[in-house]
């Protein structure tokens, strides 16, 4: 990938559980560049999982969290970047993933997400009496939102991740510096 001169992003957007992190990693492996999950780095800096820290400051306190260290990590080094399924709600965000990096909408149906995740107990906004239903309203508000960030939109439901990596380097016409992990 290019040097830090003239620095190249792609970042990863779509609904939790549609494989940003999984996806997004292996992207890197193969193009020999930085992985970056935005989650992470918050993670790290307020010591807390995601969780705890919804629980204990609220929503809004951690859209602001997410919002300063999207536009830190959207003006860094080349990397590939997986963002929080609501990163796109706010509209400097939109921006800028829109305008300093190249975007990838992974593009899953709820009731997809809701196989991958229904035992998952990370995630904040699914631990509810009905995640399905929450999945849903989640697509209808956000999947907009999405395409309106995204320069490309990708299919996520294909055989194995490293077809869907090819699948997303084709499309974005990515050299490879390493072959695909089975
Ligand atoms: C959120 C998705 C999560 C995380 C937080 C909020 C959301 O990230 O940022 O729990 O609003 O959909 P993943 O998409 O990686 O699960």
New binding site residues.
Partial sequence: MNSNSNPQRIACVG???SG??TVGRQLARRIGCRFIDS?HVMENRIGAS??EF?EREGEPA?RDL?EAVIDELTQGESCVL?T????V?RPANRQHLLARTTTVYLHSAPEEVFRRLRHDQS???LQVADPLARLKE?YAARDPLYRETAHHVIETGRPSVASLVSAIMLELKLEACEPPRP
């Fill in positions: 609904l939790p559980g940003k992190t989650d995601i969780r919804f951690f997410e997986s929080g399924g609501g990163a709600l995630r904040p906004l989640l």
